[in-house]
């Protein structure tokens, strides 16, 4: 068994008001599409946002490789990079080119070599045809896979999106999924944070599971799940309730 790339030890993170994150365990492997679910309010993007440490622990802590995150938080931060809910947070950039560049350009990397990488990234993620854009024009999907670009052009190791769906319709959805499980397929490490998983559950490895209460109550695969999703506040998917195994489109 190879080591991990990322070890969670007993994480907890305490709120005054209650709730937070609760004795938390896990390991993520080289390749995995990890998909962490739970209901609103139970933890999901408190804990991912330990992952790169942009939250401290109230106890416990995560290793990179064998290291404290903490140790180096800029390689910490290269090679784990997030993709928030609300894309225009993190985007900065007055093109789509300018954008996915900005990162290798704090970097003080090479010209030729930044538009070289640029021109690379916005082909895996098919948005060549946009590089002249003002991202401000963009779609919601659109700027979801833009946020995707300006972390992927940065070769990370883990790409970990916090609820990536939300607010999109039907045909973006399904192009964020494609984009999402092609990286994967390239052998892109992915962790999903969602509290719905019609879209995915049947694509990701692994299906991680928080409680309302923030405890980490399920770690296992996806199809063996469900059927019992509704039970930890999580709604089941259609195709399932309906007796498929996978969603039509998939199969």
Known sequence: MPDPILEIDHLSHEFAGGNGIHDINFQ???GEFILLAGPNGSGKTTLIRHLNALEHPSSGGIRLYGRPVTA??????KTIGMVFQDADTQIVGDTVAEEVAFGLE???????????KVDQTLSRINLSHLKDRNPATLSGGEKRRLAIAGILVMDPEII????????????????LVETICRLNRDGQTIIVATH??????TLASRLLILDDQG???RDGF????????DRFG???PCFSRMGYTAPPWQT
Not at 106 to 116: F, S, V
Not at 161 to 175: G, I, M, Q, T
């Open 28 to 30: 993520v492997y080289a």
């Open 106 to 116: 704090n970097l003080n990397t090479p010209r030729a070599q930044i538009r070289e």
């Open 160 to 175: 970990v999106l916090d609820e990536p769906f939300a607010n999109l319709d039907y045909p973006s959805s399904r192009h």
């Open 234 to 236: 999580i709604r089941e």
């Open 222 to 229: 996806p199809a063996e799940l469900l059927g019992c999703l």
């Open 196 to 201: 719905d998983v019609e879209e995915v559950i």
């Open 215 to 217: 405890h980490l109550v």
């Open 72 to 77: 180096n938080l800029m390689l910490t931060r």
